[in-house]
């Protein structure tokens, strides 16, 4: 019982750390991509609004929301679906979430 017991712990320990570890490195991937693909246009904070880009900071979309227009562009900006897959398309969305002030 007491090996079961602890196989079991030993899993659920891994699951966690593996999860956790994803989160972290997705949450940075997220960031990297961002530098890469968007920073020219929306700036480092999401504020610069060069070449008409929308002020992220402000932006009332939701995560879904952004993940389709990153996806398939909008108004002058272009579709990356060509260019990034959708699960870090999903990571670029996450990230541009945090770029809002957080409200306290």
């Known amino acids: 019982m007491m090996k079961k017991l602890l196989f079991f712990l030993g899993i659920a320990g891994s699951v966690w750390a593996c999860t956790t570890l994803n989160a972290e490195d997705s949450k940075a991937e997220g960031e990297q991509l ?21 002020d992220l900071t402000v932006s009332p ?7 389709e227009v990153i996806t ?20 670029v969305a996450e990230y541009t979430m945090q770029l809002k002030p957080s409200m306290k």
């Not at 530098?35 to 929308?54: D, E, I, L, P, Q």
């Not at 679906?81 to 699960?87: G, L, V």
């Open 61 to 67: 979309l939701t995560l879904d929301q952004r993940i």
């Open 34 to 54: 961002y530098r890469t693909y968007c920073v020219a246009c929306h700036g480092a904070k999401g504020n610069m609004g060069g070449s008409g880009a929308f």
């Open 72 to 91: 398939n562009g909008r108004n002058a900006m272009a579709s990356f679906k060509t260019m990034i897959p959708p699960s870090k398309i999903r990571a």
